[in-house]
């Protein structure tokens, strides 16, 4: 079983919302870093946005106007919501962690999430 189980995506409508989210495991006390990247079809993955404790975020500066990410303290989850959708949002979103397993810190990825934006 995955330590970061990633939800949301699916098929939405441009001008739309779509929403993410990326829980980490309940067994997990000590979470760093949460961060959100994706891939788009025939492009490398990118960077989108991340968040640490205190809620200090950190957008790529071509979507802060349009990406929000938020934790959710109580369940372990970080989320990404992208509104005003647009056709080139369509790709696979990743969740990535810095997780304390163990008494060791290491980076973590979720499987992905695929958001597609069509009429």
């Known amino acids: 079983q995955a330590l970061l189980a990633v939800s949301g995506g699916g098929l939405a409508q441009p001008g739309g919302s779509l929403r993410l989210s990326c829980q980490a495991s309940?067994?997990?006390?000590?979470?760093?870093?949460m961060a959100w990247y994706r891939q788009a079809p025939g492009k490398e993955r990118e960077f989108v946005a991340n968040?640490?404790?205190?809620?200090?975020?950190n957008y790529t500066d071509s979507e802060k106007g349009r990406f929000i990410i938020s934790r959710e303290y109580d369940k372990h989850a970080v989320n990404l919501r992208i509104n005003s959708l647009k056709p080139e949002d369509t790709a696979v979103y990743y969740c990535?962690?810095?997780?304390?397993?163990?008494?060791?810190?290491?980076?973590?990825w979720g499987q992905g999430t695929r958001g597609t934006v069509a009429s």
């Open positions: 990535c962690a810095g997780l304390l397993v163990s008494g060791s810190w290491s980076s973590y």
């Open positions: 968040i640490k404790s205190g809620n200090i975020v």
């Open positions: 309940v067994n997990i006390f000590v979470i760093g870093i």
